[in-house]
């Protein structure tokens, strides 16, 4: 994203060098006055007006100057470098050089600092300059404005100047990679579930039909073709993409600051590990080949408050461009405050329903209690896979609502920032086969359930 200067700041002062001619300038005043010499006087205006004439001079030529900014990218992965490209060019008078220095958010270190006119102009007399620049965290981020210093030819005199507007950097959060789960057994060899076209809702015909000219006799149904007295054919099989429901829970009390956070855009450590594990498990399910969806507590667009969404109002995505949607949107996403905060809506407990069975659920919550969990693990009873990871500053705050989970069939686990995320996903689904009527398993100490 690139930025110019509709207009450029400046601010002068004198230098080191300019106050110690003034001071001199002074005392050759006070020896004139005390010795009565004529030339001392001339020598204190002399040394007065030097610096005084640069001065003036610093502020009155100001060249117009010109900023472009590209971030390439311009949305990154955390843990990635961009490389920015800058570009200055001025018109008008400008003498000797400039030293300048791009502004960054403190999370990002210190900007580079460099010289105009620059080593690199082209044609048409722009400096171009290039720095790498390492994201360590999600987050918007403005980078610039560029802070120029210009001195007059005798240093008496400088000039301070904020040049250009700013340029956003999208940082998204990074994914972690999860292991095979048994999400995958419930699909076809290609990463589609297999939806059959049936005639006739009789069980023997689910998957035959009538032969036709030009099917292949290999499609034979041998068993149908004697029982209808007729040749039949297995019955060809469309694949659907299948869907998988995120619920990210955005709810303020669910992730309560403790004071040091929310410096510079950074959240909770809990609400920070709820987004990296979203993003993980978001970018696991879409390589699986499931579509997804975002709901937040209240049953709306998960995305749809974030300042970095690409589609605030979309809560569908799928694919590789339904993925980076994701990542981006995800990139500035923070809890809520609000009436709904509290608890979870009757419009999120409509859609989790209404989800039946076209694919798993995956609740990731903050802290939680047991009557709202409840209320979630109720509405999942046709999901035919639902997961749950809780994440709370210390360990136990949860218990209640993880067991509340389990006890509706859910696979739940509690989780602190210090959590693995990979660990949990890959301890939860590699448990058997969804089912109500299993016994509960072992996992970190207690029982847990699945469901179907």
Do not use: K
């Not at 220095?101 to 048409?124: C, H, I, K, M, N």
């Not at 590789?320 to 905060?341: C, H, K, N, Q, S």
């Not at 999942?380 to 989970?405: F, K, Q």
Request: glycine letters at 10%; charged letters at 20%.
């Amino acid at each position: 994203m690139a930025s110019a200067a509709p207009r450029t700041t400046w601010q002068g002062t004198l230098t080191p060098r300019g106050w110690g001619f003034v001071a001199a300038a002074a005392v050759a005043l006070l020896a004139a006055q005390v010795m009565g010499r004529r030339d001392l006087l001339h020598l204190a205006v002399f040394l007065a007006l030097v610096p005084a004439a640069a001065l003036v001079s610093n502020l009155l030529i100001r060249p117009s100057m010109t900023v472009q900014r590209m971030p390439r990218p311009d949305v990154v992965e955390a843990g990635h470098l961009t490389e920015i490209a800058l570009s200055l060019s001025h018109s008008g008078l400008l003498s000797g050089r400039m030293s300048m220095a791009e502004q960054l958010p403190a999370s990002l270190g210190t900007g580079p600092s460099f010289v105009y006119p620059g080593r690199s102009v082209s044609r048409d007399g722009a400096s171009h300059y290039r720095y790498e620049l390492a994201c360590p965290r999600r987050g918007l981020f403005e980078l610039g404005p560029v802070e120029a210093r210009h001195t007059d030819p005798f240093g008496l005199a400088e000039r301070h100047s904020r040049l250009g507007s700013t340029s956003r950097l999208t940082v998204t959060p990074a994914a972690v990679p999860l292991a095979a789960s048994v999400l995958a057994g419930v699909r076809g060899a290609e990463g589609s579930v297999a939806a059959r076209i049936q005639s006739t809702p009789s069980d023997d015909d689910v998957m035959t039909r009538e032969y036709r000219h030009g099917d292949p006799m290999r499609r034979v149904h041998w068993a149908a073709t004697a029982r209808h007295g007729e040749l039949m054919v297995r019955q060809e099989e469309a694949a659907v993409s299948p869907e998988a429901t995120l619920v990210v829970d955005l709810r303020r009390p669910a992730f309560p600051l403790q004071g040091r956070e929310d410096r510079d855009g950074a959240d909770s450590p809990a609400f920070e590990w709820a987004v990296t594990a979203v993003m993980s498990i978001a970018a696991h399910l879409a390589e699986l080949g499931y579509s997804l969806r975002l709901l937040e507590h209240g049953g709306g667009p998960a995305l749809a408050h974030s300042a970095s969404a690409p589609e605030p109002d979309s809560s569908d995505y799928s694919g590789r461009e339904g993925l980076a949607m994701v990542a981006e949107g995800l990139a500035a996403i923070a809890p809520l405050d609000g009436p709904t905060a509290a608890g979870f809506s009757d419009t999120l407990l409509d859609r989790i329903e209404a989800h039946h069975q076209r694919g798993p659920i995956v609740a990731v919550l903050g802290r939680t209690g047991r009557e709202d969990a409840r209320q979630l693990a109720a509405a999942a009873g046709g999901a035919e896979r639902a997961i749950a990871l809780v994440v709370t500053p210390r360990a136990g705050t949860s218990r209640d609502a993880v067991e509340a989970l389990r006890d509706e069939g859910w696979l739940a686990a509690e989780a602190t920032p210090r959590s693995s995320v990979a660990h949990l996903w890959a301890a939860l689904t590699a448990e058997a086969p969804p089912s109500r009527a299993d016994e509960g398993r072992t996992f970190g100490g207690e029982s847990t359930r699945s469901t179907a």
